[in-house]
């Protein structure tokens, strides 16, 4: 990542004109549809057109007088931070075994692991609707959450692995060598080294579950997230500036916690005081 | 040995990775506050056998006592033994005050004496006033000795030292080496060092085990491995020593002859020692045990002449090689440069004479 940056930086300063102009379209290309949702947010008109017809922040006042609103963001985040916190112990154990043990074929399972990466939400949401309708399980919260997980374990080990792999296994011994079993070595040892990754990776996985909307809309009961809310008020045109707006929040908010998670997640060791 | 002198006790010891054997048979004794050494080359096994003493690794075979307990069932965080590891394992995330202190949590001491016994370890490893410092602020030899303190904190039976100067300049590894042995001899706890460095072994050790391939070749003081190497592997691998062919020519009773072409003598070897060789068998004369001289040595029975080929300044001392009169063996001689001195000049391509007296030669098998 940082490696990137450097070499794109390098180019900038070289100023190498044709591959600048490039990067410039490649981010317009990228983020202007993207940008027509807060610019929108902010037009007092109810349709998207040219030439706005004023500015206003009536939107995002009348977000706070809808309780759906509240609601569905209030299970959201209840669904993104169980399903963080799940899938980032689950990450935390695949990933140590993945590193410390001497697992044959363990390219082959890496791949598989990180497969619902590129595998269509969409099958992951039929496969798991069948299977909870033939164990007779109710649609809930709980089962989008169940389906998050899937989703979001690729991201916890692929955001774990770098930081298992880049300490010397003797550290753990060495704790064991000083008299500390191993739940013990756990906490005094690899929990403190490898704490970016797993901040990394909760952060993370929160924005990937409450952005997402194919599982939950599959898997979804009568409880609704905010991806599930907005899809239903797109259906209602005089709601549509308001969908605007909240989708504005919901943008800046996954980029903050998105950048904050890959800028821990880069970084050195946390050096973290150990009072024992 | 009694019970009471041994401190671990390493029994049939074997250890097998898959199809790989990393150690095979080991069989050993070490002793109550002694300064036992693993040496051998790369891949020989040693890191192997000091894993298996800390609880790392699981004998295949074998058992291991430690100071008179089974340890086959005791975890690594049980046993009465520290480790130093080979890149030291310092934790990052801790100061070099918590890092020494990190094994005493157990112990349950009050925050006062926590810290009298960490500053008592700073002030053994000589570095005070570190306890601050991060591992990332430390240099290599002070890594070490953190590494040292660390383990020592905790009183073990036995400490294990997984080539602990091997990361570290000569300079400092001859400093630190000098250390080791003060600190060993002064806290008396049996110290157990792998090295492939047959000087630092030597100098460090108060008994040596050779290994190559995973087998224990000999047990023994520095002096016992150099003065009377049990085969010709551990006698080329502590010091120089020459090679010469050999063979038996009468044999009676408890002892037998055989006879060195190359030096145009023969030998006394006891029919036990014969029998554990067999009839391949070649003579070892260590360099510094043979004398040059310019004249036929008139007092000396065990001579023979050759040319001399090559002269060698090394600073203390000064090596010839010297091509024997026979089939153009080569054999090489040392000598302190001052004795080379008063020599004088030779040039290469000049008759010299070697002498020796019989105790230096060594017979040994071809194995
Ligand atoms: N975990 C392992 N898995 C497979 N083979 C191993 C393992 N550990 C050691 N070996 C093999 O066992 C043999 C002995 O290894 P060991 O590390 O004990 O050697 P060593 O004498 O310490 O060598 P060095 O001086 O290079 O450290 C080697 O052939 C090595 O490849
Ligand atoms: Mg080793």
Redesign the pocket.
């Known amino acids: 990542m940082s490696d990137q940056d450097t070499v794109k930086r390098h180019h900038f300063h070289k100023a190498n004109r044709s591959l600048q102009a490039y990067a410039f379209f490649f981010m317009f290309v990228l983020y202007a549809p993207i940008m027509f949702i807060p610019l929108f947010s902010f037009s007092s008109g109810l349709y998207i057109r040219f030439p706005i017809d004023g500015w206003t922040l009536q939107w995002y006042g009348d977000l706070w007088e809808r309780t759906a609103v509240l609601n569905a963001l209030k299970n959201s985040v209840r669904v993104g931070v169980s399903v963080a916190i799940v899938s980032t112990i689950l990450g935390i154990f695949a990933a140590k075994a993945l590193v410390r043990y001497r697992i044959p074929g363990k390219g082959p399972i890496i791949g598989f692991i990180l497969l619902p990466l590129v595998v269509p939400p969409i099958i992951f949401g039929v496969a798991l609707l069948l299977m909870v309708n033939a164990l007779g399980i109710p649609l809930s919260l709980y089962t989008i959450a169940a389906g998050h997980i899937i989703i979001c374990l690729p991201f916890a080990i692929a955001t774990l692995l770098p930081r298992f792999e880049g300490y010397d296994a003797a550290m753990e011994e060495a704790a064991a060598d000083l008299g500390e079993n191993s739940w013990w070595v756990f906490w005094r040892v690899t929990v403190p080294i490898i704490l970016p990754g797993i901040v990394a990776s909760l952060l993370l996985t929160f924005t990937v579950s409450f952005d997402e909307f194919v599982m939950a809309f599959f898997l979804g009961g009568t409880d609704l997230t905010l991806p599930l809310y907005v899809w239903g008020q797109l259906r209602i045109p005089r709601a549509f500036p308001v969908v605007l707006a909240l989708g504005t929040l919901i943008l800046l908010f996954s980029f903050l916690l998105v950048f904050l998670g890959l800028r821990i997640g880069r970084r050195g060791a946390i050096k973290l005081v150990d009072r024992d | 040995m009694t019970q009471d002198e041994t401190m671990i006790s390493v029994r049939n010891i074997g250890k097998r ?2 199809s ?1 054997v ?2 095979e048979d080991a069989c050993f004794d070490i002793r109550r506050g002694e300064f036992f050494s693993l040496l ?10 000091l894993r298996i003493m800390a609880g790392f690794e699981a004998a295949t075979s074998g058992a291991i006592f430690i100071d008179g307990r089974q340890m086959d069932a005791v975890p690594p965080h049980q046993r009465p033994v520290n480790m130093v590891f080979q890149n030291y394992a310092i934790f990052p995330h801790l100061n070099v005050a918590d890092n020494i202190g990190f094994g005493l949590r157990k112990l349950k001491l009050d925050p006062v004496e926590r810290r009298r016994r960490i500053d008592e370890m700073l002030e053994l490893i000589k570095l005070p006033g570190f306890g601050d410092r991060l591992a990332d602020q430390l240099s290599g030899g002070q890594r070490q000795r953190v590494a040292l303190a660390r383990a020592l904190v905790l009183q073990p039976k036995v400490l294990l030292l997984d ?1 602990p100067l091997g990361a570290l300049d000569k300079q400092l590894r001859e400093q630190m080496q000098v250390e080791l042995r003060a600190l060993q001899r002064s806290i008396g706890v049996t110290f157990v060092l ?1 090295t ?1 460095d047959q000087e630092e072994a030597l100098t460090l050790s108060d008994r040596i085990a050779v ?1 190559a391939d ?1 087998r224990v070749l000999q047990v023994d003081t520095p002096a016992g491995l150099y003065e009377r190497p049990c085969s010709r592997q551990v006698a080329g691998f502590v010091g120089n020593m020459n090679f010469l062919p050999a063979r038996v020519v009468s044999q009676d009773g408890g002892s037998a002859r055989i006879d060195v072409p190359g030096l145009q003598t023969t030998c006394s070897i006891s029919a036990e020692r014969l029998a554990r060789f067999g009839s391949d068998i070649s003579l070892a004369i260590r360099p510094e045990r043979m004398t040059l001289h310019r004249e036929r040595p008139a007092d000396q029975a065990n001579s023979v002449s050759g040319v001399l080929h090559d002269r060698m300044y090394l600073g203390e001392r000064t090596q010839f090689q010297v091509a024997l009169d026979d089939r153009g063996t080569t054999i090489a001689v040392s000598s302190s440069t001052t004795v080379a001195e008063r020599l004088g000049s030779i040039d290469p391509g000049a008759q010299v004479w070697l002498s020796w007296s019989e105790e230096a030669l060594i017979p040994l098998g071809n194995d």
């Not at chain 2, 051998?40 to 056998?49: D, H, I, N, Q, Y």
């Open positions: 990775f898959g790989v990393a150690v051998g080359a790369s891949g020989s096994g040693k890191t192997t056998v080539e792998v492939h290994m995973g």
